[in-house]
């Protein structure tokens, strides 16, 4: 590995590590030491995280480095960034509220019945959300090092990382798609005798279809942060 993969894999560690520096910060400052200046601050600040592999991806190419394996990697990090953050903020939002606020406790996702189906949906739509966002920039580098395209399955996985990455993010694509919304709708469509189901109280955020994780009547505290978070 050369010195500027080298750099492009410490950014991608760097980022994920500074989200959840800034995400439990933020909700740290808010729940904990009562500073919602402080709070909005620091998860504003999430966006840094994306910001910071964008900007060494784009000043590594630039440099004249050849799309490689670890720019795919950013690529596919950037897509499931977007796509999953705001989730997750909402997630661990949640259970900040319930811990340290006395909020309720975000309920239990059920194994089966309308409110999993909700949620399988919700989720493949997060993974075709990432999978659309990070394609485009594999093939913007396709075109960088030299557009072709493969034309058998062997070809596709092994000839160039950029196809690769893009063969790879469409199999867990489809394979998410067959594990999730296509299974429970087959098999777990309905709720599983003498169970309950999970709170389904609107919020917010999702006044129609609430997902599962959310606090009843609690404003999630990653609403400010970027465009990263404002997908899910």
Do not use: C
Request: glycine share 12%; charged share 15%.
């Amino acid at each position: 590995m050369d010195s500027s993969s080298t750099i492009l894999v410490g950014g991608i560690i760097a980022s994920e590590v500074l989200f959840w520096v800034l995400l439990f910060g933020g909700l740290a400052a808010r729940y904990l030491l009562r500073a919602p200046r402080l709070s909005t601050v620091l998860l504003l600040g999430v966006p840094l995280a994306d910001l910071v592999l964008v900007t060494l991806t784009l000043v590594d190419l630039a440099g004249g480095s050849q799309p490689g394996n670890v720019h795919g990697l950013a690529a596919i990090y950037l897509g499931v960034s977007v796509a999953f953050g705001h989730y997750i903020v909402r997630r661990v939002d949640g259970w900040f509220a319930h811990r340290y606020a006395g909020g309720p406790k975000p309920a239990k996702l059920p194994t089966a019945g309308p409110e999993r189906m909700r949620h399988e949906w919700h989720s493949f739509k997060r993974m075709a959300i990432a999978w659309a966002l990070a394609v485009p920039l594999l093939l913007a580098m396709v075109v960088v090092s030299g557009w072709h395209v493969p034309t058998s399955l062997p070809e596709l996985f092994g000839s160039d990382p950029m196809w690769a990455w893009i063969g790879r993010a469409s199999a867990v694509l489809v394979l998410w798609f067959a594990t999730g919304p296509v299974y429970y709708g087959l098999y777990k469509s309905e709720p599983e005798e003498g169970a309950q189901t999970g709170s389904s109280v609107p919020t917010a955020i999702t006044p129609a279809e609430p997902e599962e994780g959310e606090v009843v009547g609690q404003a999630p505290a990653g609403a400010p942060a970027s465009s990263r978070r404002l997908t899910g």
